[in-house]
């Protein structure tokens, strides 16, 4: 189906380990970001992407990776896992930066 | 970072009832987004406003631009269960590199009692 899909959509991991999340989009979107949703803070953009291999920092990037180097894909890793970035974590897509459509998410959780 | 004020907070209302929320921003936007999120999901976008003064209805959700482009208002008519969930307010912001990106509000969390 068409869409945005995020897998994980659960993840538990260890402090210190790598981990990558994955994002796939169907629409040709040329825009795609990562969000963390956290309590108090609603969302946050981390890293987002105008089209492939460009790539530019949000509001909280900092323990973060991404490349994007298919347009469909938009991959967010964390390269070494702390317990401050266990959240849930959202992809959206969207042809300009204004309407984006959002993925279900992968909730993370770093031990 | 900067968000958008959303009011209120929460919101307990009865089955059938009419609810509104709103959104404020000091600075002023171009664009207003209102999305609803609903538990384990992702936010779903309601309405897009690009004009200030619009009003934009999708069944029976009705959106406004406020004409001071610093607000927008929210209405649900003849709410039903389906509309439990949190509502977010939404629009471009232009940042330090020139390009906008989307500051979200705070949130609406409406709930409907039996």
Redesign the interface.
């Known amino acids: 189906d068409a869409g945005i899909t995020q897998s994980p959509r659960y993840k538990i991991t260890e402090t210190g380990r790598q981990v990558t999340l994955m994002c796939h989009q169907t629409w040709s979107h040329s825009y795609m970001?990562w969000y963390r949703q956290d309590l108090g803070h609603?969302?946050?953009?981390i890293y987002?992407s105008?089209a492939a291999d460009i790539t530019?920092k949000?509001?909280v990037p900092d323990g973060y990776v991404v490349s994007r180097s298919k347009t469909e894909n938009f991959p967010l890793t964390l390269e070494s896992a702390t317990r401050s970035q266990t959240s849930v974590y959202?992809c959206?897509s969207s042809e300009g930066?204004?309407?984006?459509?959002?993925?279900?998410?992968t909730r993370l959780t770093v031990t | 970072?900067q968000?958008l004020n959303q009011s209120p907070q929460s919101m307990f209302i009865q089955e059938g009832e009419d609810v509104s929320m709103n959104c404020t921003s000091s600075s002023i936007f171009n664009?207003w987004?209102w999305?609803k999120q609903e538990p384990?999901?992702?936010?779903?976008?309601l309405i897009?406003l690009y004009k200030a003064g619009e009003l934009t209805s999708n069944g029976r959700l009705t959106a406004q631009f406020g004409i001071t482009r610093k607000d927008s208002f929210l209405n649900i008519s003849a709410s039903i269960p389906s509309d439990v969930g949190i509502y977010?307010c939404?629009g471009?912001k232009v940042s330090t590199?020139g390009?906008?990106?989307?500051t979200?509000?705070?949130?609406t969390r409406l709930t409907i009692i039996p």
Do not use: H, S
């Not at chain 2, 390009?99 to 989307?102: G, Q």
């Not at chain 2, 979200?104 to 949130?107: A, D, L, Q, S």
């Open positions: 970001f609603g969302l946050r953009l987002y105008a530019d949000g509001e959202f959206a930066i204004r309407e984006q459509y959002f993925g279900p998410g | 970072g968000q664009t987004l999305y384990g999901e992702g936010p779903v976008l897009a977010f939404a471009p590199f390009n906008e990106k989307l979200f509000g705070t949130g």
